[in-house]
């Protein structure tokens, strides 16, 4: 058992600059399936998840490099970063000016790697460990999600979520690579970029990645 997720994720990580987003640092893997393995062997027992944590997605990075260029989505606003995984987002909108942001994850290693994260960037996040999902819409302005419709359980219930939150008057922004449960209909696209990945956990060292804004059901 791990006791002190902050060490745990020291020691297997190193830090480095976000390839499409360098402006920003982040404790990130070095050796992606060493540390997946790893904690498979001691998390996975606990019923933990894996180190979604631990890499820059390639969703998340095209959002993070769309907030830093253009810093009036989300000046003076407050945010919300949904499944912030290791808070790379959430970093990006503070760095660009938003009032708040609160992130949010099920998963307590992504908290604990996102605060350390956070203090690494010198910026403050008011980070989560909870499925909000059920919950009535934030008092936000604005919501961003990368990487979330990867898996068909998982983007409906994000779905209905962010329905909920778009008739509340939320703007929402996606950053998705193309993964296989992408509301694709509902979505507007506002840029693609090209980003690199670790090839060990995608399908290409190099993925085209788009930001969307996602449009209310027509």
Not at 14 to 40: F, G, S
Not at 132 to 147: A, E, I, K
Not at 194 to 202: F, I, N, S
Request: net charge negative; glycine share 6%; proline share 6%.
């Amino acid at each position: 058992m791990i006791d002190d997720p902050k060490a745990f994720i020291r020691k297997e990580t190193c830090i480095k600059p976000v390839p499409h987003a360098e402006e920003i640092r982040l404790y990130v893997a070095d050796e992606a399936m060493d540390l997946w393995q790893k904690t498979e062997d001691e998390l996975g027992e606990l019923g933990l998840d894996p180190p979604f944590w631990a890499f820059a997605w390639a969703g998340g990075q095209a959002l993070a490099r769309h907030i830093l260029d253009l810093p009036e989505l989300v000046k003076d606003k407050r945010v919300l970063d949904l499944a912030s995984g290791s808070g790379l987002v959430g970093i990006a909108t503070m760095m660009a000016g938003a009032q708040s942001c609160h992130a949010v994850d099920i998963d307590p290693f992504a908290i604990s790697a996102g605060e350390l994260n956070a203090e690494l960037n010198d910026v403050v996040i008011n980070f989560e460990a909870r499925d909000v999902t059920g919950d009535p819409p934030p008092q936000v302005d604005v919501l961003f999600c990368g990487d979330v419709f990867y898996d068909d359980h998982m983007a409906k219930k994000i779905l209905d979520y962010l329905d909920r939150c778009l008739l509340a008057g939320i703007t929402i922004f996606v950053g998705d690579p193309g993964r296989s449960y992408l509301p694709k209909t509902r979505l507007e696209h506002l840029a693609t970029y090209e980003v690199p990945v670790v090839g060990a956990l995608e399908d290409a060292e190099i993925k085209k990645s788009s930001v969307y804004r996602l449009l209310v059901p027509s």
